[in-house]
């Protein structure tokens, strides 16, 4: 029996998710929780960074925007999580310029969460 792609690429990502978080499918623990304290640390990036240059941000307008988007995020009033979602679909949606996508959608998302975002 041939299984297709889809049925593939599930499972193929449902065991790199157990490795990632320290679940193996093979009986080995691998999660020490001090050095994933130490590692996480190491890979995180400043976001207003993240969004500048992933959103290709090049006028002064965008720019300021992404600021603004990182000190809501900074004060607590929109979470990471949401941004990075966000972010992400952007880049999805046109590689080449993903701020506009970002922008509208960060909008939209904020509107229903009763955010107000500039």
Request: proline share 6%; hydrophobic share 45%; net charge positive.
């Amino acid at each position: 029996m041939i299984f297709p792609r889809r049925f593939w690429l599930k499972h193929l990502l449902a065991s790199s998710v157990f490795t990632l978080t320290g679940i193996s499918l093979f009986g080995q623990d691998r999660f020490d929780a001090n050095s994933a304290g130490r590692n996480a640390d190491q890979h995180l990036t400043n976001l207003e960074d993240q969004l500048k240059n992933g959103l290709r941000a090049v006028t002064p307008e965008q720019i300021q925007y992404v600021r603004t988007v990182a000190a809501l995020v900074e004060q607590g009033h929109l979470p990471r999580a949401m941004i990075n979602l966000i972010y992400t679909w952007a880049l999805e949606k046109n590689p080449r310029v993903p701020f506009p996508y970002f922008q509208f959608a960060l909008r939209a998302l904020a509107k229903r969460r009763g955010i107000s975002v500039p």
